[in-house]
């Protein structure tokens, strides 16, 4: 029996693209991927203010634009001959910049989706009011340990008279340090101390107000043992003080030298200060992102819910979670560990009395996070790293992490595949380094590597020559870290393509080595919407409870595996919400009986990116259990009403992109907070904006039909003008839902009509949507915000 349902739009949280811009045209019509800066050329020098950027594209969608690591925007596309290439545009504000700047963009490719990116590019710029001022602890150094008082040298450069220096010591209170006949000195007294190892920062400050930070210094006070490693921490600041002519000798003292060797990452473990402790039995881990971790965090009442889902074993017979990997990345413009670090002590004090173990999930301290991979980009790896060190070493025993656990994924990167082996050995030189400030603080946690799944396999793995020895990629990172967690994400344990057999290479070098319970095997749940075969990667499609029979077969292969270290879900946010099944008989997890809705969401703000985009931030709000999503709502009077006419999407991050707008008009948004038991809150104040003018003319899908028969779904799609009505030729592309993954792309014919079937699923009951992604037709975009909503799927039962 069929019976027909309909869905929202996925959120529009997953209708990112810039809809003007592309969609996938049939592979015989497909543009050469390109883009171009033409704006400007490499090494030109440019005056601060606004720098208008642009260039071309063609064949790709999704364009971003990435300066110097640390900033990700999305850029405004034109494509009004709705062929799949146009030209594109950025006005980047330089007043904040000063020196050489790194740019380049990236995007998808039409038909692939997988990365395409530009040339890279330099402007350089003299903006003295912007420079940041370098700061370096030269003194003293990590070789040597600390007696009685020590001076603390300082040394401070930049293009401005600097204003205040002050040093930080285990992440206290930030110290005044007065200038000295070299540098700044600040004297520390060393003998009531306990703690063997402390972590020395610093920071100056200029008179325009730019603040430089140091990288730390692990200074040594107790008995701890020979191996600090300086030569590595000199990599990185070109700086250990015995050997600087600058630094007057005689102005340091209380120290005396300690022995050390150089750093290798075979034996990682003997340059570990104190006892080291075999690794613990992980499983199952789960990846937290800042999107839940930071509530995890802040609202103390979040975390009942989590351990109730962590702690149940029976709703799919399922293994309880034990170990968190919590993401303490920027977000929403604050650092966790910085910002909120009394809380983040209270909250891993109470996961360990809950039973939990806690690492910090970190990836490489830039934005893309995979930049930190580059040797350039080091330094930000290793000041990331160092928080997490240096969180550890201001807080009590109960409240530290057990472990860090690194996602940097430098396998993005363009030049990964044509530059081979220049990242791979970048990124391996940027875990050598990061270990070895793990010695140097004395800390014991646990580091451990997300790799995909081929770096045992792939020839872009394959035959690297590094550290005095060719092996796979992955084996250099087994030798280097502590763990690895594979990104094994397949939907399948068994077969060539399965998961057992991706990770037997891995568990068996392993045991080669000597590292019992160092690897980690991790699996997807999140719904794909993008990707080279989305059908295959995560378990999203088939459900939970076929999830759990899956892995029973993982957990019976390697049981006796003594490397075998567990298994890791990815992720929290999507394990919430996945369901057992689709379709008839399906259920979701139930969080503990709650009648209550969240509070207010405060802060709404929304501001035009073009003529049919609206971007929406807007504050956390606080629940008595968790939040779960947040639903946006629009109307263009400022009275409206929130209800099904009204809403717009859902996100369960703290910003929206409402795209799908017609040009000059204003729109007006209220936010409602939603728990996880799917109590929903009162509307937030509105916010509005009025999107920019535009003669392109608007499309909208007039109607969408699913229909089931014999194991495969068929969705049928008519695209109109959306004043007229009529039929228009447009290419569609999208992906079909809930069970079913694939990726479809097609052209519509006379009547508008666009029709396309899904992969086979021969299942007795069930449920598959359709989700479009991108329409494209000549002289006219796609306004998705007035389809005809929600889109539909089709159910089938015995």
Known sequence: MLKSSRFRKCGLLFLTAILLAVCFPLPSAKAAALITIDSHQDGQTIQPGTAELSGIYSGVYDLELIVNGNMVTDVHMKDPDGDDSGTWSYSLDTTQLDGAIEIVLKSKDVVTRYGVWSPWIYLNIDNPPANKPQVQIVSPAENTRLRSKVDVQISTDGKNPISRVE????????????????????????????????????????????????????????????????????????????????????????????????????SVTDLTYGDTHPLPDQDRAIWIWENASYPLVLNPNARYSFAAMAKDTAAFDQRPIKTLYLAVGKYQGTMMLEDYRNEVQRFITWAHEEGFDVQA????????????????????????????????????????????????????????????????????????????????????????????????????????????????????????????????????????????????????????????????????????????????????????????????????????????????????????????????????????????????????????????????????????????????????????????????????????????????????????????????????????????????????????????????????????????KQPISARVSGRFTHMAGKYVQGVTNTEGMFTSRSEHISVPSGEIGFLPRHILADSYYWAGAYDQLPYPTVIWEP
């Open 361 to 724: 999930l970190i990836a490489g301290g830039t934005a893309p996070p995979y930049f930190g991979a580059y040797s350039r980009y080091h330094a930000q790896a290793v000041k990331e790293f160092e928080q997490v060190l240096n969180y550890n070493l201001a807080s009590e025993a109960s409240a530290r992490f057990d472990g860090i656990n690194l996602d940097t994924e430098p396998y993005i990167l363009p030049d990964f595949k044509t530059a081979k082996p220049s990242v791979q050995i970048q990124y391996l030189d940027m875990l050598k380094l990061l270990m070895s400030r793990k010695a140097a603080s004395g800390l014991s946690l646990s580091v451990g590597a997300a790799i995909p799944r081929w770096y045992d396999s792939s020839a872009d793995a394959g035959n690297i020559t590094w550290n005095g020895g060719t092996k796979w990629l992955s084996e250099h990172i087994q030798d280097t870290a502590d763990y690895i967690s594979i990104m094994n994400y397949r939907d399948q344990a068994e077969g060539s393509a399965g998961i057992i057999a991706h990770a037997v290479n891995e568990l068996a070098y392993a045991s080669r080595i000597g590292k019992p319970k160092s690897v980690v095997i991790g699996v997807e749940t999140k719904d794909i919407a993008d990707g080279g075969d989305p059908e295959t990667i995560s378990f999203h499609e088939e459900g939970r409870l076929y999830m759990e029979q899956e892995l029973n077969k993982v957990y019976a292969a390697f049981e006796d595996d003594p490397a075998f270290g567990g298994i890791a879900i990815h992720h929290y946010a999507s394990l919430v919400d996945f369901p057992s099944k689709w379709g008839p008989g399906g259920f979701k997890w139930q969080p503990p009986a709650d009648n209550e809705p969240p509070g207010l969401v405060s802060r709404v703000s929304a501001s035009a990116f073009d003529y049919q985009r609206i971007d929406i931030h807007y504050d956390m709000a606080m629940d008595n259990s968790a939040v779960n999503e947040y639903r946006i709502y629009r109307g263009t009077d400022a009275a409206f009403e929130i209800g099904p006419d009204t809403y717009a999407g859902s996100s369960n991050t703290l910003s929206f992109e409402d795209t799908g707008l017609l040009p000059n008009t204003t729109y007006h948004y209220k936010i409602t907070a939603v728990d996880i038991r799917g109590n929903e809150g009162a509307p937030s104040a509105a916010a509005a904006a009025t999107t920019a003018p535009s003669a392109m003319k608007p499309m909208i899908i007039d109607h969408m039909t699913i229909t089931y028969n014999e194991g495969t779904a068929t969705v049928t799609i008519q695209v109109v003008d959306m004043e007229t």
């Open 167 to 266: 040093l930080r010591i285990d992440g206290g209170e930030w110290i005044p340090v007065p200038p000295a006949k070299k540098g700044y000195l600040y004297t520390w007294d060393t003998r009531r101390l306990t703690q063997p190892v402390h972590s020395l920062e610093a920071r100056a400050t200029d008179t325009h107000g730019n603040t430089g930070y140091s990288l730390s210094v692990y200074a040594q006070t107790g008995n701890t043992a020979s191996g600090s490693i300086s030569a590595a921490h000199a990599a990185v600041t070109s700086d250990v003080y015995e050997d600087d002519p600058n630094i007057d000798q005689d102005d340091v003292a209380g120290t005396e030298t300690v022995d050390w060797a150089p750093f290798h990452p075979e």
